[in-house]
Every structure is written in C-alpha cells, then in structure tokens.
C-alpha cells in the first residue's frame, strides 16, 4: 500500500489532497503545527476510509522541525511514495518594510522547507520510484510582492528538480492554482471580496486536477480550465502590462506594496519605462 506524506494537510488545498487520498487507501503523514487538528483530522480519515495516518506536529519555518520531516521521509523501514509539498501563507508586508520577519517565514515555510524536504524525497526515492508534488501559484508570474517571489522560486526549483531527477523514476510536478477557496485569505488578512465570484476555485478541484497531472508525468498543473487561460496570457503578455496588473491586484487587496510610488526618476528625470 503506498504513503504519501502532505505538509499543510488539515486545512484548505492539503486537507482535500489528504481525503482524496485515503479515498484511494493511501495511507498518510500529515504535518502542520496545530497538533488538536493533527489528531481529528487523523480520526477523521481513519474513520472513513481505514487507512492509517501518522501526525508529525512541526513548524516548517523552523530548520530543526522540517529536518525531522526530511529525516521521516529518508527513513527507509517506512518508505513514502508521494510527498506534497502545500503548507503555506500569505505575506502582506511591503518589500520596503524595515520588519523582515514575515518575508523570513515566507522564504523558510515555503521555499526553504520544500527545498530541504524536496531533496530529502528525491534521495529516497530515486531508484525505487515516487513523486512529489509542489504548491506554488499562479502569482508566479505577476509581481505581487514576497509572495510571488518565493512563489517563482518555487516553480523555477521545481521544473529544476524535475530535470534532475528525469529517468530515476521520481515525477515532479509544481501546481499553480489561481484563489481558492480556503482559509489561507482569511489567515492573510486580505480582502476576500474584492476577489469576482467567478474566480474562486474549490480546494477538491486543485487536488484531484494535482494528483492526475502528476500520474501523467506533468511536470506544470494549471487547476481548471479558465486558470489555464488566464496563465497562458500571464505567460506572453509584456511584462510592462503584467505590472500593471500585479500593481491594480496588490491595491484591490487593500496591502502597501507598491503604494508609494515617486513620480519622477531621481537621477533621470524623463520618464522612462517603469
Ligand atoms: N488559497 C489560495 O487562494 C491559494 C492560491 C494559490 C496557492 N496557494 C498555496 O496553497 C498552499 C495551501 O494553502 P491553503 O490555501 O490550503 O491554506 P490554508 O487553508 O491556510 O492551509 C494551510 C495549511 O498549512 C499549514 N501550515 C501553515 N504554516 C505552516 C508552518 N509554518 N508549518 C507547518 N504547517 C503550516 C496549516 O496548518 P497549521 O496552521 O496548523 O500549521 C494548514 O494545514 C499554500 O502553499 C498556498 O500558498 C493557495
């Protein structure tokens, strides 16, 4: 019977992925820092479909706690076959601010932890086969702040783990959703309204999309059609207009990036292309 282990499996995109799953009597390794929502989640998948479910309670910004997931995912007695790299947040503050906490725990949650738990996978499972499936966003391609950022660097990484491990038997597969509808905007302390009804993807959607592309061997998932549409104009649009995009996005959302902007260069005084 296989295992997958999912980071950010008891809420939103990682709780879908985790009940698809048991669905299929995958069992499972769910690991967030929410210990109380651990255990029913645990008891919850276990009750419905009989697999079994192992908890690691780790925070994943922190280098020692996602060393302890890297170190479950090498262990050999207990082989994974699948790891989904999902948790995450929002990051709000401005690239200017002089508080660069919420970037750091970005940068560790989101790319640090899928690096180190990406090449702990990779070890393991190169030779006897797996996959592994990361969470960016289509934010990817606008210039939305620290969010987007790390978010790039999640998919550049991922596509570069894919080559890497090409011909080992291990897929990788990096997931660009649009919004979705989980509490990731609530925790964000963004505006959900300001987000058009017809945009919204359900969590059940990104999972089950995820999980066929990854058994085709893709290496990028869109989730849903009108998404896919969407990132092909992301993708070969001029980036001029995707700033100014990223630029009408960040203001609706109702955050400081790229509030203040001076309206004239300070050494060239023309107005140049910004
Ligand atoms: N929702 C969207 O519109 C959207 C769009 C594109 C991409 N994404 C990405 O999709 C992924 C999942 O987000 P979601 O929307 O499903 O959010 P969510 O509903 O807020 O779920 C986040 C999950 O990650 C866990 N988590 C958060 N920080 C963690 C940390 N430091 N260490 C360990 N676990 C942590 C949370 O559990 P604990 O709080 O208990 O740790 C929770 O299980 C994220 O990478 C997000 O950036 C979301």
């Keep these: 019977m296989a295992t997958a282990l999912v980071t950010g499996g008891t809420s939103g995109i990682g709780a879908a992925f985790a009940r698809q799953l048991a669905a299929r009597g995958t069992d499972l390794v769910l690991v967030a820092r929410d210990q109380k929502r651990l255990d029913a989640m645990a008891a919850e998948l ?21 060393a302890r997931v890297a170190a479950r995912l090498e262990d050999p007695a207990h082989p994974i076959d699948l790891l989904i790299n999902n948790a995450g947040s929002g990051v709000r503050e401005g690239l200017t601010s002089t508080d660069l906490s919420h970037h750091e725990h970005a940068f560790n949650v989101m790319s640090r932890a899928v690096f180190v738990l990406g090449a702990a996978a990779g070890r393991s499972m190169r030779g006897r086969g797996g ?11 606008l210039a939305t702040g620290s969010y987007a950022a790390v978010k790039a660097w999640v998919t550049a990484y991922s596509e570069s783990l894919a080559v890497e491990l090409r011909g080992t038997g291990v897929t990788v597969t990096v997931v660009l959703p649009g919004w979705v509808r989980t509490e990731w905007h609530e925790r ?23 999980l066929r592309d990854s ?17 092909w104009f992301a993708r070969h649009l001029p980036r001029r207009a995707i700033r100014r995009i990223s630029a009408s996005i960040t203001s609706s959302r109702g955050d400081g990036i790229g509030a203040a902007r001076s309206s004239e260069h300070p050494i060239v005084k023309a107005d140049g292309e910004r």
């Design 46 to 66: 276990h009750s419905h479909s009989g697999i079994n479910v192992e908890t690691i309670a780790a925070d994943l910004a922190d280098a020692s706690d996602a």
């Design 131 to 141: 996959a592994i499936i990361n969470i960016s966003s289509l934010q990817t391609y």
């Design 188 to 210: 964000a302390g963004g505006r959900r309204s300001s987000i058009p009804a017809f945009l919204w993807t359900e969590p059940d959607a990104v999972a089950r999309i995820a």
């Design 215 to 231: 058994e085709r061997g893709k290496v990028i998932s869109i989730p849903t059609v009108r998404y896919r549409v969407l990132g």
